[in-house]
T-cell receptor, first 114, second 111 residues
Framework: DQQVKQNSPSLSVQEGRISILNCDYTNSMFDYFLWYKKYPAEGPTFLISISSIKDKNEDGRFTVFLNKSAKHLSLHIVPSQPGDSAVYFCAASHGSSNTGKLIFGQGTTLQVKP | KAGVTQTPRYLIKTRGQQVTLSCSPISGHRSVSWYQQTPGQGLQFLFEYFSETQRNKGNFPGRFSGRQFSNSRSEMNVSTLELGDSALYLC??????????FGSGTRLTVV
């Protein structure tokens, strides 16, 4: 039962272009969503989050969009940089932002080419 | 401010053995969660501890257990290890004011 899905295992973009990573969820009880970035041999690093009461949250080059009716969220990175190359995980929780139980997607490997 | 510290970083165990992994959360964080990452299953939630009590539990067999101490440090234990337990085990801590912050993980290899 995969409640959070990232259907694209990988994505390749040119430096300077936009990277769009997608995530779908099935549980309508989820009310808080997060994106993490992960490099090999390191733990995931928090990037950006969004509450279900919003449809957009922006932080520098990173913007997360939430479409509750479609149960879909996306992460936009503009402009993409080679250092952004990593595995990106979306995660969801319900109840509060810090229940300590995150449901993760399978991850999308982003490669940004110079 | 020190991050989440996990020890050891790498571990090799034999099938049937047991293992204990340790996690020191960020100072002031009282919630500690554990996740297992495998190539096939991604990141899966194991359990969460808050104030020395297990608050949430994932869908793992009873061979996986944990505990939390009064200083919020946490340990997880896996008994009767199986080859399929080989994974990266990640610990994360959080507080009402901070989202989950992860440690670098413990890479467990079962041979």
């Amino acid at each position: 039962d995969q409640q959070v899905k990232q259907n694209s295992p990988s994505l390749s973009v040119q430096e300077g272009r936009i990277s769009i990573l997608n995530c779908d969820y099935t549980n309508s009880m989820f009310d808080y969503f997060l994106w993490y970035k992960k490099y090999p041999a390191e733990g995931p690093t928090f990037l950006i989050s969004i509450s279900s009461i919003k449809d957009k949250n922006e932080d520098g080059r990173f913007t997360v969009f939430l479409n509750k009716s479609a149960k879909h969220l996306s992460l936009h990175i503009v402009p993409s940089q080679p250092g952004d190359s990593a595995v990106y995980f979306c995660a969801a929780s319900h109840g509060s932002s810090n229940t300590g139980k995150l449901i993760f997607g399978q991850g999308t490997t982003l490669q940004v080419k110079p | 401010k020190a991050g989440v510290t996990q020890t050891p970083r790498y571990l090799i165990k034999t099938r049937g053995q047991q293992v204990t992994l340790s996690c020191s959360p960020i100072s002031g964080h009282r919630s500690v969660s554990w996740y297992q990452q495998t190539p096939g299953q991604g990141l899966q939630f194991l359990f969460e501890y808050f104030s020395e009590t297990q608050r949430n539990k994932g869908n793992f067999p009873g061979r996986f257990s944990g505990r939390q101490f009064s200083n919020s440090r946490s340990e997880m234990n896996v008994s009767t290890l199986e080859l399929g337990d080989s994974a990266l085990y990640l610990c994360a801590s959080s507080s009402p004011a901070a989202v989950e912050t992860f440690g670098s993980g413990t890479r467990l290899t079962v041979v």
